[in-house]
């Protein structure tokens, strides 16, 4: 079963970090972000990956078409799908890649600790189109219960970056190949595809309340660093050996 792995974006918010050199190959702990998340499918039996570069592709070809950087069974496809090509466009141009009735695609540039094999079965139980993995992230910001009531505005409360209570696309998605017929080499995923999608009641949400974060921002590079020093909890590799 593939995965098909966005990893063409210009990543404009990391810059200058990525003025020369490809968002996806930023390291964490020593090794590019983009195979810490090949890691978590592999380590989940899916080793079959469809890589969709852009700009700086050639970055990714260089490493990971050297055999001492990758698992000895990973089955890995470059497709340069274009510097300016949005995801659905993306998407189109590797269909030919795609073999079986559903498969997997994500974005490069986030790692969690999702259990693949649910995500999967929880895909193939109800039948839809797509599903996408929806998590909840702190808030960036304490959050402050004030009372309007009083003249001094008391505080009755405050939450240290609480986690939101509204859920966000986290990717982690599974699809039908039926997708293929809504997409366009110029439509954008989410705001058109997959709107459209759940529009027609074909997209389910899979809850994760586990670990997920992405790499937006140099600080999240940091953090990032940071967590794989101590816990590392995307890395669940490491926890099965």
């Keep these: ?16 970090h990525t003025e020369n050199g490809n968002k996806h190959m930023i390291e ?3 090794r590019p972000i983009l ?9 989940n039996g899916f080793k ?40 659905a466009g993306r998407l189109a141009k590797v269909k030919k890649f795609v073999k079986g009735e559903n498969f997997f695609v994500t974005y490069g540039d ?5 259990n693949i094999k649910d995500l999967f079965n929880f895909h193939k139980k109800h039948g839809k189109i797509a599903t996408l993995t929806a998590v909840r992230v702190p808030n960036q910001y304490g959050i402050l219960d004030i009372d309007d009531k009083d003249e001094y505005y008391t505080i009755n409360s405050f939450r240290e970056k609480p986690r939101l209570d509204y859920w966000l696309n986290g990717g982690f998605f599974v699809f039908n190949k039926k997708i293929f017929d809504y997409l366009d080499k110029d439509k954008d995923l989410e705001r058109e595809v997959l709107k459209k999608i759940a529009e027609e009641g074909e997209l389910s949400a899979y809850k994760h309340n586990g670990f997920w974060k992405s790499m937006d921002t140099f600080k999240d590079v940091i953090q990032l660093n ?6 590392a909890p995307w890395a669940i590799w490491e926890k099965s050996n």
């Design 110 to 114: 986030g790692v969690s600790d999702v």
């Design 35 to 43: 195979w810490h998340l090949m890691k978590i499918y592999s380590s």
């Design 48 to 87: 079959d990956f469809v890589l969709c570069l852009g700009k700086y592709g050639g970055d990714i070809w260089e490493y990971f078409s050297k055999k001492e950087n990758i698992e000895e069974n990973w089955k890995i496809k470059f497709v340069n799908t274009g510097d300016e090509t949005p995801k």
């Design 28 to 30: 964490i702990g020593g």
């Design 1 to 16: 079963m593939e995965v098909v792995i966005f990893c063409g974006g210009k990543g404009t918010r990391l810059w200058p």
């Design 226 to 231: 940071e967590l794989w020093e101590d816990s």
